[in-house]
């Protein structure tokens, strides 16, 4: 029997595909297979736009009545608790055979059940001829309100990459500090306040800061902004992000990129950038090594592009002298 604590279940759309292997392989190490992963390690669903929910295996057993009896002598006493059956890939339990076996999980566990406003949801799932028993933590669909932020740029990242960019920087670690050094009108840092990230932005435009800040403050969260050439900021961070200038409004070219890339180098040792053309090269010559890598097409729009890249600061033996 598997001897992992979480089972996760993803959802995402075809083209999002790569970016979810990306995400998924950043945070547990591993690519999510048909819709699923076992893990050891502990993420909130809700920081990812992918997951959506986390299984904590409370207990599994070969057999359904030896896992009712398991149950039982755990004695669970829970008010406004709520029984959900996890459907998962393979699992051909009918909707009235669900239903029965709900029952059975709710008699034994003791307290009043509340369907609407649960406490906890406790869950059952069969996956190849092992069934489980554990507690349903469900995505956090929230966050799908920045989409109506009241400060927008058509050159934004969508809030599905923005998303993905602060889990994959900061692989699941809300301790980190994070740092998001071009942030426009600040799609990312909704994301990750909206996630309990501490991240700080900083963009060269005083306009995409005050955007940035209107943004912040309509949903009430609170990040420090900073207006400023990246190049002259002096802090120090785990992880930053980078989405780079497009030369669709702003002006850009590989000599710019090099010189953003280079100076958040200097910042943080891990950085995930977002491209529209292959500068590969140009990652690497700024002195960091391309770890992973991924494609994403704009939706019904295959010329556009983006290419996202996690690096991290390749030390040489002169970093040690
Ligand atoms: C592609 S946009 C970022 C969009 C942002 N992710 C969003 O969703 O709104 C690139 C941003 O980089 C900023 N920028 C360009 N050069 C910069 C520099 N040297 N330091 C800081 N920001 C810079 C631009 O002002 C622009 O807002």
Known sequence: ????????????????????????????????????????????????????????????????????????????????????????????????????????????????????????IYSICHYQDIWYFGILIKHNPDWQKHKDKPAKFSSSISINIAKTLVSIASRGDKNKQLLDACCGVGTVLLEACFSGFSMEGCDINWKACKKSKENLAYYNYTATVFRSDIKALNKKYDAAIIDLPYDLYTHSSDAISFKIIAAVANLAPRIIIVSISDIGPLIEDAGLKIVDSCLVEKRGNKKFTRRIWVCEKSFTLLSYL
């Open 1 to 120: 029997m598997p001897n992992n604590s979480y089972l996760y279940t993803f959802k995402y759309n075809h083209h999002y595909r790569d970016l979810c292997r990306l995400e998924s392989t950043q945070i547990f190490g591993e690519e999510e297979k048909d819709n699923l992963l076992f893990s050891n390690i502990k993420v909130e669903p809700s920081i990812s736009p992918f997951i959506k929910s986390r299984f904590d295996v409370i207990l599994s057993a070969r057999n359904y009545s030896e896992l009712l009896k398991s149950v039982a002598q755990q004695n669970i006493h829970q008010e406004g608790f709520k029984a959900e059956y996890l459907v998962l890939e393979g699992d051909a339990t009918g909707y009235r055979d669900r239903l029965a076996q709900l029952k059975d999980i709710g008699y034994r566990i003791e307290g009043e059940p509340d369907y609407y406003h649960p406490s906890v």
